[in-house]
């Protein structure tokens, strides 16, 4: 019973999170994000935005097992080492209703992996802090990627997708 119990609190938990989300978008669509931006476009104020924090936040140098996306990887978790978050990108945002364009830095997790001798970036993987001396020598798998909230979120909104059609 108490999986079910958990399974619908995070379908409730689910369904918030997108109201919320279709909410912003609807009450946000003067705001264009970069490739939306049509040029020309008239321009009378610049900002430049803070970051923004990430899902995921360990400790700089903190030991994470990291498996990189990519057929290079052959599907191997690694031994890394978080970095911390830094910037991958720029987004650039323009407001039509005040006119203004912001440029705001888009950061993302890094970690180094000494095996490959590279920087790995979150949003190209899956990755854990390593919290235990048990978690060392386990991989991370296929049912452990499928169990991350957001892949649950978007099998989800898949499905409702193709109930549609």
């Given at each position: 019973?108490?999986?079910e119990e ?7 938990e689910m ?5 919320g989300l279709?909410?912003?978008m ?9 490739e ?23 400790k700089v140098?903190?030991?994470v ?36 364009l ?25 990755w ?9 020598g386990?991989d ?7 169990n991350?909230?957001y892949v ?9 997708e193709?109930n549609?059609?």
């Open positions: 019973m108490e999986d958990k399974v619908d609190e995070d379908k409730k369904a918030n999170f997108l109201e279709a909410k912003h609807e009450d946000n669509k003067h705001i264009k994000v970069n939306q931006i049509k040029c020309p476009i008239e321009i009378d104020k610049l900002n430049i935005g803070r970051e923004r924090k990430g899902f995921q936040t360990a140098g903190t030991m097992k990291i498996r990189p996306c990519g057929e290079k990887y052959e599907d191997k978790t690694f031994l890394g080492i978080y970095l911390g978050d830094m910037q991958i990108s720029v987004n650039v945002f323009y407001d039509s209703h005040e006119k203004s912001t440029f705001a830095p888009h950061n993302n997790p890094a970690i180094y992996v000494p095996d490959l001798e590279e920087v790995i970036w979150g949003c190209g993987s899956w854990s802090p390593i919290e235990s001396e048990e978690q060392l386990k991370i798998s296929d049912e452990d990627i499928q991350v909230w649950k979120a978007l099998k989800q909104i898949s499905e409702i193709k549609k059609k």
